[in-house]
């Protein structure tokens, strides 16, 4: 009997050790890592454009590099403008991607639709104008490029007509369709400029086609708002000169290259990221240029006089520090009509509803 409780003091002691042996265990066990930001990407068109849906992945990429183990990236390609995107956009959410970046302008009412079910989701649309309570939207200058591009094309054409491949007739794009121009008569009162439109945004035949029959009409300098290098290519093969979009297409070009206006979309998306991951982000809406380094003109062909050179470079100083402004009156319409009075700057709301051609501009705006 009396060893029996002797084993069971004896027993106690070793129990409570061992509880109090488990608890410290448990307290040193590293806790669990948080479950990183699952970022979704929907383009346009293929990561292999070279053009528009390309710099949307470089800075999908530079993204997760930044960021690391902390957010996790995916992308869909090739996605129709329209409302089947938003079974894309569904998928996405379903998966538990925290971040959705739509990188293209015909998204906005599918993105505004699934974000209504998905109120925990942040939505980001590139190019769009409408916001909710959990979207937001982000776009790049593109009438930067377009200009500084417009200037070089004005003092390198030998036939004073310029000829531009439009995507789709949007204000974005009409506004950069006239920048071009301006930038090309502001050293070049001579200048026309031809456009003809494919109504895509990526259709290298329609491009390669559209490229062709420019070249047919005078042009010998081309420019583009589509998202492949087919225009470059075509000015290449046609002996003329012409220009990458969106992307550093100079590879494409030859000696044909005069320069490419590219986007750099990281630090719009490094900054969204960011906000997230502190959860303090809120729908706003961001328009950046060359100002925040989101436009870029690049490569600029040693074929170029340096007389020019310097011109181009001055006025994209300006824009950088807000020295220079593009839409400066007086700036008229087709018609004549003055749309910027002598001296007036176009505010963003004028730039954002451009639907018109400037003088110089030859044909009709689609639809108008």
């Not at 390309?54 to 992308?75: P, S, Y």
């Not at 790049?140 to 200009?147: C, D, S, V």
């Not at 001579?190 to 490229?211: M, Q, R």
């Amino acid at each position: 009997m009396e060893d029996s409780m002797l084993k069971t003091l004896l027993k106690k002691p070793l129990v409570a050790l061992a509880a109090v042996a488990s608890v410290l265990a448990m307290s040193t066990v590293p806790a669990q890592a948080t479950d990183p930001l699952k970022v979704g990407f929907v383009y346009v068109g293929p990561v292999g454009d070279a053009g528009w849906s390309f710099a949307h992945n470089q800075a999908r990429l530079a993204l997760q590099a930044k960021f690391g183990d902390k957010i996790k990236t995916q992308f869909v390609e090739s996605v129709p403008e329209g409302p089947d995107s938003a079974r894309v956009f569904r998928d996405l959410a379903q998966q538990g991607d925290g971040l959705i970046f739509a990188t293209s302008f015909g998204y906005m009412e599918s993105v505004l639709r699934v974000a209504k079910d998905f109120p925990n989701i942040k939505f980001e649309h590139a190019t769009g104008y409408k916001t909710a309570k959990n979207v937001g939207t982000y776009d790049a200058r593109t009438y930067e490029g377009a200009y500084l591009a417009g200037v070089l094309a004005g003092g390198m054409t030998k036939t004073n007509v310029l000829g531009v491949v439009g995507s789709v007739p949007i204000p974005e794009v009409i506004r950069n369709i006239d920048s071009f121009t301006l930038g090309a008569q502001s050293v070049n009162p001579k200048i026309t400029t031809k456009v003809v439109w494919v109504n895509k945004w990526f259709d290298p035949p329609k491009e390669t086609e559209a490229a062709t029959s420019l070249i047919n009409q005078g042009a010998d300098v081309l420019f583009q708002n589509t998202d492949s290098p087919a225009v470059l290519q075509t000015a290449a093969k046609m002996g003329k000169y012409g220009f990458g979009w969106d992307s550093n297409m100079s590879k494409f070009g030859g000696k044909s290259h005069l320069a490419s206006a590219t986007i750099n979309w990281a630090p719009l998306y490094e900054m969204l990221t960011a906000e997230v991951l502190k959860g303090d982000w809120k729908p706003a809406q961001y328009w950046w240029g060359m100002k925040h380094d989101t436009i870029q003109l690049q490569d600029i062909s040693p074929a170029v006089p340096e007389a020019l050179k310097k011109t181009v470079l001055e006025r994209e100083a300006g824009l950088k520090n807000g020295s220079f402004s593009i839409w400066k009156g007086p700036i008229v319409d087709q018609s004549g009509k003055t749309m910027v009075a002598a001296g007036q700057v176009a505010d963003d709301k004028f730039l954002h509803g451009i639907t018109f051609y400037v003088k110089g501009v030859e044909g009709q705006v689609p639809g108008r």
